[in-house]
């Protein structure tokens, strides 16, 4: 069987002639399997004439059409049509308000219409026409798996999370109404493309997102990617996009598509149990390991991903480029996605970009070691690091005029995908102080984690620890007043099975700095344009240190 080919509207709001005279030629150009209205198919002051018109078959309807209620009831004539099991014109299809339905051509549409009525606390609604739908509604679609398409008229809740084209739009929870039951739904069966009611005249067509973890089944078939899409109403005052057709492509996605991202929604697809803010998101320079560092029980891991999946590679072809700004024999600089400072942090000491940065091994390679890397390329890799660490500690320290140091840390784990360094700064007295030693003890002692060994004797590559798992902090200021160097270097050895906060880090810094606000990446992720503007003037500030040049 041929993929279909779909065409969706945006909320038709009663102009049927209209829409259906803009689809036939439309038709007729591309053979379309079928057709969606994604929002209102009629509307509060629909005209009767043209109800008329289409029960009487006098609105020609070229493709078969499905539709659900969205925000306002069904005409009274066209319910008792439906109720009486009668057609309600020739391809005009209306899906109910809950339902899974296999259409004629194979594709499977999971559909809840209407707003979400909180204040039935438990159950299902009983009739099907009125926009209104419960949260028990949307759980009893869980149990439909998968879908091709999920059709609902409210959004789930932070689908404009970690959204770059969100930001772009100023689409935050005060553009319309969401929902978490929807956002558990859309989770737990992984739509290949989710359709929405745009709540004003504008289209949000989201990045395409993934699960972040995966069962072996899955990983054997592919990536569940699922696009949200939201089309403005059609003939909107504004002329955003209305209309958006489709070739419904089953084929196993093996790579994230450019601009990707991990799921935006703030609860796990199977537990229901919070995540973490390095579990909710994807960057190929979002902070930390994220989810490979996760223990994966009761089977067996999958092969990680080859430098050509490894959002870490440069020989990935949806790397990253515009945000590296150095590159060396054996490593690069790149700034982090989602950064915990901003431009304006340290703006006042003389930084004015956020100056969070990651350096990471050309070499595709799980820790920096002779047993993952070929030959002396551990340690050429770590020599070359380290001479990025130095380098942005004493870029840092001079456009600061040292009123900033900088903390450094590495997460090696032998489970890792690619391993990499990140360099925050931090004012020059909190290390001085001890304030910075001082955060990062108190909080693992709170997490149950090792203990640090306090001055540990310098190493380069992971071999030269007992166990080759371990936390690795590098903390560093220029003392102005007695001029020499303050912090230390402190490590936190890892047994292989041992659990460990990838987030913990970030949230020592984000505590230190006063940037609780910031801690989740995906909450403060940049447009392209603003991670390009901030490292252009970080390539200005680099200038001068930059040994690759």
């Not at 009487?56 to 004539?77: D, H, N, Q, S």
């Not at 959204?163 to 929807?182: D, Q, V």
């Not at 060396?328 to 006042?348: D, R, Y």
Request: proline residues 6%; hydrophobic residues 40%.
């Amino acid at each position: 069987m041929a993929s279909p080919k779909i065409f969706v509207f945006g909320s038709l709001n009663g102009q049927l002639q209209a829409a259906f005279a803009k689809l036939t030629p439309l038709h007729k150009k591309n053979n379309f399997s079928l057709a969606i209205v994604a929002g209102n198919f009629f509307s509060d002051a629909q005209d009767d004439d043209e109800v008329e018109a289409l029960l009487a078959g006098r609105i020609e309807v070229p493709v078969p059409t499905y539709f659900t209620v969205g925000t306002t009831a069904l005409p009274a004539r066209v319910v008792e049509k439906i109720e009486k099991d009668e057609e309600i014109a020739p391809n005009v299809h209306y899906l109910g308000k809950r339902s899974v339905t296999k259409t004629s051509e194979g594709v499977r549409i999971v559909t809840l219409g209407g707003l979400l009525d909180d204040t039935i606390v438990a159950g299902q609604s009983k009739e099907q026409y009125l926009p209104y739908h419960t949260v028990g509604d949307a759980k009893s679609l869980v149990g439909a798996n998968k879908a091709d398409v999920l059709l609902t008229t409210i959004w789930p809740s932070d689908i404009w999370m970690n959204s770059a084209k969100a930001k772009e739009l100023g689409i935050t929870s005060a553009t319309g109404p969401s929902s978490t039951s929807i956002a558990e739904l859309c989770g737990r069966i992984k739509p290949r493309y989710h359709f929405a009611m745009s709540p004003t005249d504008i289209c949000f067509e989201r990045e395409p997102f993934f699960p972040d973890s995966t069962d072996g089944q899955e990983e054997a078939q592919g990536i569940s990617l699922t696009r949200f899409i939201s089309l403005a109403p059609f003939a909107n005052p504004a002329k955003a996009k209305a209309m958006f057709a489709f070739t419904l492509n089953r084929e196993a996605i093996l790579t994230p598509p450019a601009g990707s991202t991990l799921t935006p929604f703030a609860k796990s697809e199977n537990t229901g149990k919070k995540r973490s803010a390095e579990d909710a998101g994807f960057s190929r320079f979002a902070t930390d390991h994220q989810r490979h560092d996760r223990r994966r029980r009761h089977r067996e891991r999958s092969p990680p991903p080859g430098p050509d999946r490894c959002f870490f590679c440069l020989s990935n072809p949806n790397f990253l480029a515009h945000m590296v700004f150095s590159v060396g024999n054996e490593a690069f600089a790149a700034t982090a996605k989602g950064p915990l400072t901003s431009a304006e942090t340290f703006k006042e000491q003389g930084l004015d970009f956020p100056a969070h940065l990651i350096v990471t091994p050309i070499a595709h390679s799980p820790t920096l070691s002779p047993a993952t890397m070929s030959g002396d390329d551990a340690v050429k890799a770590f020599a070359e690091m380290n001479k990025y660490r130095e380098v942005l500690q004493g870029m840092i320290a001079s456009k600061s005029n040292k009123k900033l140091g900088a903390v450094t840390w590495e997460i090696s784990r032998a489970r890792n995908i690619h391993v990499h360094w990140q360099i925050l700064p931090v004012p020059a007295d909190m290390v001085s102080k001890g304030l910075v030693e001082a955060g990062f003890r108190v909080l693992a002692e709170d997490l149950k984690l090792p203990a640090f060994e306090s001055n540990a004797e310098e190493f380069t590559t992971a071999d030269q620890v007992d166990n080759a798992d371990y936390f690795r902090l590098w903390i560093w200021a220029e003392d102005d007043v007695n001029d020499k160097v303050v912090g230390q270097t402190l490590v936190m050895k890892l047994s292989d099975d041992a659990y460990f906060d990838l987030q913990y880090p970030r949230k020592v810094m984000a505590k230190l700095l006063g940037l609780e606000e910031r801690l989740r990446w995906q909450d403060v992720v940049q447009t392209e344009a603003e991670e390009t503007a901030d490292v252009e003037a970080l390539k200005v500030a680099f200038k001068a240190w930059d040994f690759t040049q």
